[in-house]
C-alpha cells in the first residue's frame, strides 16, 4: 500500500481514522508516516507516529489497549487511511470508549465476534488440547447433535428460578451454535443480517 499513497501533502504523514470493525464507531483519529503505517500492516497492531513525540507510536503501548487491524482502506486521494480494527478496551487516555467521547455502545455484543474468531482459528489450525479443535474433528453431526443437547439442557433450567445456572446454560448453547456455524462455514454475521433483514421487513408491513 506504500507505494500508493501520497505522504507529500503533510510533510510525511497522512490522517489515519480508526473505526471499530465490529461497530462501524469512530473511534480516534491519529497520523501515520511511512514506517508507521509499515509496521501497522506487519504486525497487525495500529502505530501511529506522535507528533508530540515525534517518535512511533503503537497505541495501547502503555495501556494494553491495543487495536488490532482487520482492514486498511485508502481513500480516493490516497492521503487518507480509515483503519477498520478490533479494540482491546476503551480507546481514549481518558477511559472514554472513543476518543470524541462517544459510547461504543455494541462493544460488548463484539465479544461475539471475537469467540467466533477463535472458533476459526481452531478450525483452522486445529490443537490437541483444545475442545473446540476435537469437537469439530467429530464432524457435522456430533456438533449438530451437541447444539440440540445444550438447547434442551436450556429449557429444562429455564423451568427453574436458579438464575446462575440458567445464564450458564445459556452461555453454553451460544457457544456451541456458534461452533456450529463455524462447521457449516457460516458467518455469525450472515445470520444477524437475516434478522436485520426481517425486521426491516416488518417495519415496512407495519407503515
Not at 491495543?66 to 483503519?83: P, S, Y
Request: proline letters at 2%.
Amino acid at each position: 500500500m506504500l507505494i500508493t499513497l501520497n505522504f507529500d501533502k503533510q510533510n510525511g504523514l497522512i490522517p489515519a481514522i480508526v473505526q471499530d470493525a465490529t461497530t462501524h464507531t469512530v473511534l480516534m483519529l491519529g497520523y501515520m508516516n511511512a514506517e508507521a503505517l509499515e509496521k501497522t500492516e506487519r504486525e497487525g497492531i495500529v502505530t501511529f507516529f506522535s507528533r508530540s513525540k515525534s517518535r512511533l507510536w503503537t497505541k495501547g503501548e502503555t495501556s494494553g489497549n491495543f487495536l488490532r487491524v482487520v482492514e486498511i482502506l485508502a481513500d480516493c486521494d490516497k492521503d487518507t487511511l480509515l483503519i477498520k480494527a478490533h479494540p482491546e478496551g476503551v480507546t481514549c487516555h481518558t477511559g472514554a470508549d472513543t476518543c470524541f467521547d462517544e459510547k461504543n455502545s455494541a462493544m460488548e455484543t463484539s465479544f461475539l465476534h471475537e469467540l467466533e474468531r477463535i472458533i476459526l482459528d481452531r478450525k483452522a489450525s486445529p490443537s490437541p488440547d483444545s475442545y473446540t479443535s476435537k469437537l469439530l474433528a467429530r464432524g457435522m453431526n456430533k456438533v449438530a447433535q451437541k447444539v440440540g443437547e445444550e438447547a434442551v439442557e436450556l429449557v429444562i433450567e429455564a423451568k427453574d428460578s436458579n438464575d446462575d445456572l440458567f445464564k450458564g446454560e445459556a452461555a453454553d448453547l451460544l457457544f456451541h451454535f456458534t461452533v456450529l456455524l463455524a462447521a457449516k462455514g457460516i458467518s455469525l454475521e450472515s445470520v444477524i443480517d437475516v434478522l436485520r433483514e426481517r425486521h426491516a421487513a416488518k417495519k415496512v408491513a407495519e407503515e
